[in-house]
């Protein structure tokens, strides 16, 4: 058992330990966006995080683990904000426009370090890559499918739409799709992201008729019958 004086000490190391690998992950994410993957070397990462180079292997294998590893932080950073934003919605269209938003801002504005992951990473360490990603497309699909689920215990979702098959849809085309691997165009995408998304949000929602107008046709179709 540590007593307090042993355990302060143990606090101490591991504190120092954690800031240590944080350290070298923030260098490491920010010459990756900056500069890519191949073009970063460990011993630029250990000038920015004020380390020695080897202590870089003491926490990281390789350049690709720590190219990998940066990824994972990104993604686990995206996840946890985009969870918050989604549970501090309470009506559903806006857990569905944090959806729509939040995760293509995120992949835009980390767009260097996604492009230059399928262009730069020694194929030894690309299905690793594949494998978070389906991972990270698994996850996805879930939390739209609760969302959408949400949406119909509130009586505002067709019963008749599977949630989970709908999803993947969005997923696929909109969120978890190849575009952005381009890096083509960011500030463009950007703008037309923040134009365009309640539009997508409403068009999920509503469809393209206004609800006056679907009434209308309905009511000519009972004055015809």
């Known amino acids: 058992m540590i007593n307090n004086k042993g355990f302060t000490k143990y606090c101490i190391i591991m504190t120092a330990v954690i800031g240590k690998r944080e350290r070298i992950l923030e260098a490491a994410i920010e010459l990756f ?33 720590l190219f990998i590893v940066a990824i994972e932080e990104k993604a686990e950073e995206f996840f946890c904000n985009l969870y918050t934003a989604i549970d501090a919605s309470e009506r559903f269209e806006d857990k569905l426009s944090c959806f729509l938003r939040l995760p293509i801002t995120c992949i835009f504005e980390n767009m260097p370090l996604l492009a ?15 494998e978070k990603r389906n991972e990270y497309r698994q996850r996805m699909n879930e939390l739209l499918a609760e969302i959408m689920d949400y949406g119909k215990s509130q009586g505002i979702i067709n019963e008749k739409i599977n949630s989970e098959h709908f999803s993947e849809m969005i997923n696929d085309w909109f969120i978890m799709g190849d575009y952005w691997n381009k890096g083509d165009n960011k500030n463009k995408i950007l703008k037309r992201l923040e134009r365009d998304h309640n539009l997508m949000v409403q068009l999920l929602l509503y469809g393209i008729l206004k609800r006056d107008t679907t009434q209308k046709v309905e009511e000519k179709k009972r004055i015809k019958g």
Do not use: V
Request: proline share 6%.
């Open 33 to 65: 966006n900056r500069w890519g993957f191949t073009k970063t070397s460990l011993d630029e990462i250990a000038r920015a995080a004020h380390i020695a180079k080897s202590t870089i292997y003491y926490y990281f294998p390789s350049k690709e683990n």
């Open 116 to 130: 230059m992951t399928m262009q730069q990473i020694p194929p030894d360490y690309f299905t690793d890559l594949l």
